[in-house]
């Protein structure tokens, strides 16, 4: 990874993910892509930035030859809550997109990470320990669009040589910059009810459980999957990875350890308990450990503290 253009560079993962590149391949190396509704602001504006459109592919080609850019990570897409009001819109983002960002990669030779999502996965998957390899059958249109990704990734590698490569991201948890219509949005949104003293009101029933992982180690994933050896990979669109499973109760008792006083009730979701309840328990993530050596962080405890205390100095800097 030489220039590396980051599509959706303002959003839940790019926002921060951007500036990680950036420290480990040099500021210069990574342009933030970006779409005119959504600009790069602070942090984000110390390196070069373009609009990086994936519905207009002309956009997308514009930077690649700019920046002689090799990889792309594109992480433009609708979240699951959303795509099920917006159908058309998450299609046209995650597919036409795709279609859009791979057909360049292809004529520039660039290396593409498209991320999957629990959300590809369905009711009738096996739950607990889902395999690598098994049945995908989701019924939500964040699914479709997430297995369509795997397959068409595979499919020019396959057919043209891309080097595509991908993660099946659980919920992820961050201190920066929300996530904003997924199923996963409340594990985010507890801590922030947490730190500022309020009651949450939980949509997802005690008892769900999804997996989720701490924002360090979603950026470790896409980074060291980019790194990691060709030769190893029997797989490539898209790898399980795993490193915590809870429920609601679960990180309201790992939140309430160190805020005792903290309360949370059930006010129930319909929407987004039936995408939950499709949805793994915890993923078998054996081979992502065995074919780019894949290895967590964060649990649920060491996460919690870190969240709490990065929320802790945002608030006391009145930052959110
Ligand atoms: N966080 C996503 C969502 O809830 C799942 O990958 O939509």
Request: net charge negative; with cysteine; glycine share 6%.
């Amino acid at each position: 990874m030489k220039n590396i253009l980051v599509i959706g560079s303002t959003g839940q993962i790019g926002s921060e993910l951007t500036l990680e590149l950036r420290k480990r391949y040099g500021v210069e190396h990574v342009v933030a892509g970006y779409i005119p509704s959504a600009m790069p602001q602070g942090e984000l504006q110390a390196g070069p930035s373009a609009i990086a459109d994936v519905t207009d592919r002309q956009s997308i080609e514009v930077v690649a030859r700019q920046f002689k850019i090799d990889t792309i990570y594109n992480l433009a897409a609708l979240l699951s809550v959303v795509a099920e009001s917006r159908p058309a819109m998450a299609w046209k983002v995650g597919i036409d997109g795709l279609w859009n960002v791979l057909e360049v990669a292809r004529e520039y030779g660039c290396a593409v990470f498209t991320p999957s999502s629990i959300g590809s996965f369905g009711m009738e998957t096996p739950h607990v320990k889902t395999p690598q390899d098994t049945i995908q059958r989701p019924r939500t249109m964040y699914g479709v669009t997430k297995v369509t990704t795997e397959l068409l990734s595979d499919y020019y590698f396959v057919k043209y040589g891309v080097d595509t490569r991908a993660v099946r991201f659980p919920g992820i948890i961050s201190n920066v910059t929300h996530p904003g219509g997924g199923t996963t949005d409340y594990a985010v949104e507890i801590f922030y009810a947490a730190v500022k003293g309020e009651k949450f009101v939980c949509p997802i029933k005690a008892g769900t459980y999804m997996d989720m992982m701490y924002m360090p180690d979603a950026m470790h994933a896409a980074i060291s999957l980019m790194e990691a050896d060709p030769k190893r990979l029997v797989h490539r669109n898209a790898f399980n990875i795993a490193s915590m499973s809870f429920d609601p109760e679960g990180v309201y008792q790992a939140i309430k350890k160190h805020l005792p006083e903290f309360e949370m009730t059930y006010e129930v979701d319909p929407l987004k308990q039936a995408i939950a309840d499709s949805w793994p328990d915890c993923l078998d993530d054996s081979c992502a450990r065995r074919e780019w050596d894949w290895m967590p962080r964060y649990d649920l405890e060491s996460m919690t503290v870190d969240m709490l205390e990065k929320l802790r100095v945002k608030l006391q800097k009145k930052v959110m």
